[in-house]
């Protein structure tokens, strides 16, 4: 029997999707919806790595869609850092401006009532981001994305996993009447 394929570029595939889910401005919101970008990348990840097995291999398991799962989520906590640092890099401010803008609208809109304190804590933290904050962020990333990346891989699991065809159990034969 052959050896399973590598890990590594189903997870790296599954890391990039959440890289770009994580990182980029507006569509991160989807990972307010219990971490939804994470899970997807992780699922997807084992989906690809179900499509390299063959025949031949032993099937996928529950330990494989595991390691590739958490894999993804490290992957994508690497990915959506560096590409938040290029994004902060190439837009700066008025990436930050788009999205104070956006947030103030929504707590507008659902007429909550904020103190004027949490506007400016709000604008700060959209506008001066620092190179420590991107670390920070990608440590943060690293420990959210690495389990819920798991969870992903065993949803995709849940989703993926070998068929097994229904064993088919005869009755034992009725006890022969007593005449």
Do not use: H
């Not at 938040?84 to 990436?95: D, E, K, S, T, Y």
């Amino acid at each position: 029997m052959p050896p399973k394929p590598d890990k590594l570029q189903p997870a790296l595939v599954g890391g990039m999707i959440i890289g770009v889910i994580s990182a980029v401005p507006f569509l991160n919101l989807l990972n307010c919806f219990c971490c939804a970008g994470v899970l997807l990348g992780g699922l997807l990840a084992v989906m690809f790595y179900k499509n390299s097995i063959t025949p031949e291999m032993a099937p996928l398991s529950s330990g494989d869609a595991i390691a590739v799962g958490a894999l993804a989520g490290v992957f994508g906590a690497v990915i959506s850092t560096l590409l938040a640092a290029i994004i902060l890099g190439l837009f700066g401010n008025v990436l930050g401006e788009w999205m104070y803008e956006f947030m103030v609208q929504l707590i507008e809109n659902a007429e909550l009532e904020m103190p004027e304190e949490f506007y400016d804590q709000l604008r700060e933290s959209l506008l001066e981001q620092t190179l420590g904050d991107l670390m920070l962020s990608f440590f943060v990333e690293a420990i959210i994305y690495t389990p819920f990346g798991l969870l992903g891989g065993l949803l995709g699991y849940a989703i993926f996993k070998p068929k097994v065809p229904p064993t088919v159990t005869t009755a034992p034969p009725l006890p022969s009447p007593i005449v």
